[in-house]
C-alpha cells in the first residue's frame, strides 16, 4: 500500500494524528465532544460536522475539536474564536502556526483566554488512515479556546 503524499494543492482534509490529537487534549485538559470539520470516518469527537453540514454554518455550543481545511484558516480561526465567545465554550485547534497573519493577531494574541502551543517538528498528517509519507509545508500549533469560568 502506497503511503499518501502531502500536497496541499491535490488535498484538503488531512486527517489528525490520533497521538497528536491526545497530546493536546491531554495538555490543555480539554475533552471535546464536538469535532466541527470531519466525517463520519475520521472524527475524533462523539459528534461532528461533516462536508456537506458545513461546520461554519452551525453553532461550536459544546466543547469542539477543530483540523480545518488549510486553504482557508483565516475563516476557521474566527468562527472557533467567535464561537468560543457567544457560547463561553472550550475548543482547540489544530493548523499551521502562521503567526504572521491578520487571523493570529485578531483572534489569538492578546485574548486572555486563548493559550497556543507550537508542536515541535512538521506534523505527518493521515488520509484514510494511514500516515502521510511526508510532513507538511510548515509548522503546526493548537490553538486553545478556554471556556471562561467567573462569567
Not at 486527517?15 to 497530546?23: A, S, Y
Not at 493536546?24 to 459528534?47: I, M, R, W
Not at 493548523?95 to 485574548?111: G, I, M, P, R
Request: proline share 6%; net charge positive; with cysteine.
Amino acid at each position: 500500500m502506497n503511503k499518501p503524499v502531502f500536497n496541499l494543492s491535490k488535498k484538503n482534509d488531512w486527517e489528525t494524528p490520533p497521538d497528536l490529537f491526545k497530546l493536546g487534549c491531554d495538555y490543555f485538559g480539554h475533552e471535546p465532544q464536538l469535532d466541527v470539520a470531519a466525517t463520519a470516518e475520521n472524527s475524533l469527537c462523539k459528534y461532528h460536522y461533516n462536508k456537506e453540514m458545513d461546520g461554519l454554518k452551525h453553532s461550536f455550543d459544546i466543547p469542539f475539536w477543530c483540523n480545518p481545511p488549510f486553504s482557508d484558516l483565516k475563516t476557521w480561526i474566527r468562527k472557533c474564536y467567535t464561537e468560543h465567545v457567544k457560547h463561553n465554550v472550550s475548543g482547540l485547534m489544530l493548523c499551521f502556526a502562521k503567526t504572521d497573519t491578520k487571523a493570529f493577531h485578531q483572534y489569538v494574541f492578546s485574548k486572555d483566554s486563548v493559550s497556543v502551543l507550537f508542536i515541535q517538528g512538521r506534523v505527518h498528517y493521515y488520509d484514510k488512515g494511514i500516515r502521510s509519507k511526508n510532513p507538511s509545508p510548515y509548522a503546526s500549533c493548537f490553538i486553545f479556546f478556554r471556556e471562561k469560568f467567573d462569567v
